[in-house]
């Protein structure tokens, strides 16, 4: 939209009030899409099956505290060619950065498990303990995910049952990413679609700013502040 892109020439050095870059954009008849693609919604639900954590959480997304609170889940694809993708990131409420993600033709504990350790092993440095929230799927009940995070001395926080505004984070951004992936086109095979989405977390993480982060990408942000900490 408008605002980003006031913000992005701002970065370029060049001052133009939003409001130019709005007449500008309407004379030249860009707009930003909306999504229309009916996503696929994965619920990995099973009932209690293990631990399940308070919401220590509760919707309390926002801190000032890099790696204090992180958010995962998993959401589904389905390719052209019939075959599901699954997809399993670990996000950063700080700054929205995806701090690992894991990709894979079944949501298995593995897809889940193996994000969560590289996660965790990139913030085990950190001032401020962790809390690691997510919904009540049984790959975050199961024992090996709780033992993981009491090895790392990490809270475990979850969503109500059913209530998918606990973890909005999340949410906003797998609608973000089916949002401005594919712009409408067709899924593809399994491997092209992999290759989409792990350009878009590099895309994503790196180069696309966002407003609340003063104009700055999730990294360049996290950069600022921590030098501006220093």
């Not at 050095?13 to 860009?30: A, W």
């Not at 180069?207 to 942000?221: D, E, N, T």
């Amino acid at each position: 939209g408008y605002r980003r892109i006031k913000l992005e020439l701002k970065n370029r050095g060049s001052k133009v009030n939003h409001k130019k870059v709005q007449r500008i954009m309407n004379k030249l008849g860009l707009k930003g899409d909306k999504f229309k693609r009916k996503s696929r919604k994965y619920s990995s639900y099973r009932g209690t099956i293990g631990t399940v954590a308070k919401n220590r959480i509760n919707r309390r997304f926002h801190t000032n505290r890099c790696h204090q609170k992180l958010a995962t889940d998993i959401t589904e694809f389905k390719c052209s060619d019939g075959v599901k993708l699954y997809f399993n990131p670990i996000m950063d409420m700080f700054n929205g950065e995806i701090l690992s993600y894991g990709i894979g033709m079944r949501p298995t504990l593995e897809l889940a498990l193996k994000p969560l350790e590289e996660a965790l092993e990139i913030v085990k440095v950190s001032k401020y303990r962790t809390t690691v929230h997510s919904d009540q799927g049984w790959q975050y009940q199961h024992n090996k995910w709780v033992k993981t995070l009491k090895e790392y001395r990490v809270y475990q926080s979850m969503s109500r049952k059913g209530n998918c505004l606990d973890n909005s984070p999340m949410e906003n951004f797998f609608a973000l990413v089916k949002q401005e992936m594919y712009y409408g086109e067709a899924l593809c095979s399994f491997e092209e679609l992999k290759k989409r989405i792990e350009e878009y977390i590099d895309y994503y993480n790196n180069k696309r700013i966002k407003q609340k982060l003063a104009g700055m990408s999730p990294v360049q942000y996290r950069i600022h502040t921590s030098q501006s900490a220093a």
